[in-house]
């Protein structure tokens, strides 16, 4: 007799784009470490974004957080694209976003666009 509810076992449902800047981080590594801080208001369903600032203690962080283009960009996006990663990994600098699965995973071409200003600024730290 087959189980009807059968444990999940093996790979998930969970993907993630990963946009890879080649950058150099050297010895300054910090100085490619930033994250969106979301500033938002309302309650569950109805919450909604209202400022993005950026986390970071290198040049980059500033940088981000002086581009209010870029930022009211973000602020245009649903909570979850607005979650925004910049980590640097030996010579590239990697920008993503959070993990969604087979419906929700997509780029959309503003998300795309707001990756690419952030990838002119890592270029030009």
Not at 40 to 54: A, M, R
Not at 86 to 99: A, F, L, M, S
Request: proline share 3%; no cysteine.
């Amino acid at each position: 007799m087959q189980d009807p509810n059968p444990m999940p076992w093996g790979a998930l449902d969970r993907f993630q784009a990963h946009f890879i800047v080649k950058k150099d981080s050297g010895k300054n590594v910090g100085n490619y470490l930033a994250k969106t801080v979301l500033t938002t208001k309302g309650h569950f369903g109805s919450k909604t974004l209202v400022k993005v600032d950026w986390n970071g203690s290198g040049s980059l962080a500033t940088a981000l957080n002086e581009d209010t283009e870029l930022n009211e960009m973000i602020a245009k996006q649903s909570l979850k694209d607005a979650t925004i990663y910049v980590e640097p990994t030996d010579d590239v600098v990697r920008i993503r976003g959070k993990w969604n699965n087979h419906i929700d995973f997509g780029i959309s071409k503003e998300l795309f666009e707001i990756y690419d200003k952030i990838a002119g600024h890592i270029k030009s730290v």
